[in-house]
């Protein structure tokens, strides 16, 4: 009789031993899961990290200002000129026109060597190309050696290019960069930036300019003048404000 009693307390023995040993493991098993989910998350971020965009491997580029009769005639032109550019060592970048008069043109191309764009600014080849395309008057023609470019994308074409005259390029660069936020809160960001290859204190400027009712009040503002003045800028500087129509 006692056998037979003892029989149900040890089934309910076995079944609460078995119950509570298989929840230890499913806890232990779910703590497992979330540990290893926890690893993959942080590798996830690791890998998606912002990469800079900015290069200041310095890069020689030639920056061209004209006049023209008409800007298709002298597109026309300029493109069946491509040839006598790559044997110059000189390549197409940028196009663009003012934003008041699609006559007046900037060029930007990229180029081998600095001596190979001045000697293709000077020459007989690139002063025929011009008549052809019906460039009015002197062009300005300049050589630089670009130290800064932001290569990120932007959802503006509008540009800006200054040109002026430093005391001293390693303060204007240190007190320029130092100030790249405040432009940025005045609707304009830096795209490149760098000297006239002969001579580091002739300085140029492309921005892009993203909002022009802020930019245009910078530009007139008694703190813009403030910050040429700390960076040593001589002079008035010179602007030409345009838009981007064609990218090589």
Known sequence: M????????????????????????TDKKDNDTSDTVGSDS???????LPTSTFVTTPETMMFINQKVADYDNWLTAYEEH?????SNGVHNYVIGYSTTDRTRIFVALKSDQADKAKAFGKSADLKKAMQKGG???APKINVYNITFQDTGKINTNLRSQTTFTVKNWDTWQRSFDSSRQIRVDNGLVDRAYGHDVD????VTLVVAVTDTTKAYAFWKSDQVKQLRA???????????NFRIVKRY
């Open 2 to 25: 006692k056998s037979s009693s003892l029989l149900p307390a040890c089934l309910l023995g076995i079944f609460l031993f078995c119950t509570i040993s298989c929840g230890d493991q």
């Open 42 to 48: 942080t590798t996830d971020q690791a890998t998606i």
């Open 82 to 86: 491509d040839s006598v550019r790559l």
């Open 135 to 137: 460039v009015k008057g």
């Open 199 to 202: 001579n580091n204190k002739r």
């Open 230 to 240: 700390k960076s040593g800028v001589i002079g008035e500087p010179e602007r030409f």
